[in-house]
């Protein structure tokens, strides 16, 4: 067994960390939440690895993105995570710049993570997991909050305090959508401001609970 792993083979046994290592994980955008997500699960046995952006590296980025630094600004962000991510751990890493939209094909995976930020791209990617039986586990909102004490796990359709939430919620009532969505929210109010303000404290919080909800559902734990 990986020599990384020694301590992860004490809490769960070899078994199951051989288990990990068979599973394939799709994560779609790796921006704040989403490269933590890739980075716990990598760090954590899984096998193999898609990481799906669209984007560059910005300055922007630099006071939440796990990869980012001032010498890769304007690199391509899958890229730049992919590197990182074979650096750590021997998973296998496949990058893939490009949207997720209506035409997008979806191969069999064991598990999908969607950290979009587009909720027509959410909803596209949602439905196709859905359409082929693929656990999937939506991030919604993390911006304009400080305070990671109510990270929670839910379905779509019980979250409150989240402006994008309810954004979402009210694209699956106009798509007359009724298959429950399993989410990942912030349940506390929302900072007040026209600009999405983010800090690592909750984007990093967010996407290590993703990474933990995703790697007992994968071994089938409670």
């Known amino acids: ?65 796990l990869m980012t630094d001032k010498d890769n600004i304007g690199k391509v962000k899958v890229e730049v995570l992919k590197e990182r991510l074979e650096g750590i ?15 997008f094909r979806l191969r069999k995976y064991d598990y999908v993570v969607d950290c979009i930020d587009s909720l027509h791209s959410k909803f596209a990617l949602v439905k196709k997991c859905h359409e082929k039986g693929i656990p999937c586990l939506s991030s919604l909102g993390t911006a304009k909050r400080i305070k990671i004490e109510n990270i929670k796990r839910t379905t779509l359709d019980k979250t409150r305090n989240d402006p994008l939430a309810k954004a979402f919620r009210n694209l699956v009532k106009k798509e007359k959508y009724r298959h429950k969505i399993d989410v990942v929210y912030v349940d506390s109010p929302a900072i007040r401001s026209e600009k999405l303000g983010s800090s690592i404290f909750v984007v990093g919080s967010a996407g290590l609970f993703i990474a933990g909800e995703v790697f007992r559902d994968l071994l089938k734990e409670d």
């Open 1 to 65: 067994m990986d020599k990384y792993l020694e301590r992860l083979e004490i809490l769960i046994g070899k078994d199951k960390l051989r288990l990990l290592k068979k599973k394939k994980v799709l994560i779609c955008g790796v921006g704040g939440v989403g490269s933590f997500v890739a980075e716990a699960l990598a760090r954590s046995g899984i096998g193999h690895l898609t990481i799906i952006d669209h984007d560059v590296i910005d300055p922007s980025n630099l006071n939440r993105q």
């Open 89 to 103: 751990s021997n998973c296998r890493v496949e990058a893939v710049r490009t949207f997720i939209d209506d035409d």
